[in-house]
């Protein structure tokens, strides 16, 4: 007796093996583009500490910050502004102010 092998069985053996199931969705998740911080001209920066010192506390702000080799956006209210230690917090992130790329209230 001879077994003939359905269509979809036969098509099973020519399917891609991957013996790690998610790891190529993983590598793409850690591939990321490292980006040199930005310097600033001094106009800018007048015009990023006139914005900050609009910014109070509770306000909800849109910010543009550098971690870790990117730009990073996030919006959130304002939990803190520390003018000695120079550091805005939203929600439960603490940016410095030398990190600060954008501010928009």
């Not at 003939?4 to 850690?30: H, I, N, T, V």
């Not at 900050?52 to 550098?66: A, S």
């Not at 000695?84 to 929600?91: D, E, F, G, H, M």
């Amino acid at each position: 007796m001879v077994y003939k092998m359905s269509r979809e069985d036969r098509a099973k053996q020519f399917m891609p093996f991957a013996a790690l199931k998610g790891y190529p969705d993983a590598l793409r998740k850690k591939e990321k583009i490292v980006v040199p911080k930005v310097e600033f001209s001094e106009e800018y920066q007048e015009e990023l500490d006139r914005k900050l010192r609009q910014v109070k506390k509770n306000d909800i702000v849109t910010v543009v910050y550098y971690c870790k080799d990117e730009y990073l956006k996030l919006t959130g209210m304002v939990s803190r502004i520390d003018d000695t230690a120079r550091i805005l917090k939203i929600v439960n992130t603490k940016i410095s102010f030398e990190d600060l790329y954008d501010i928009v209230k």
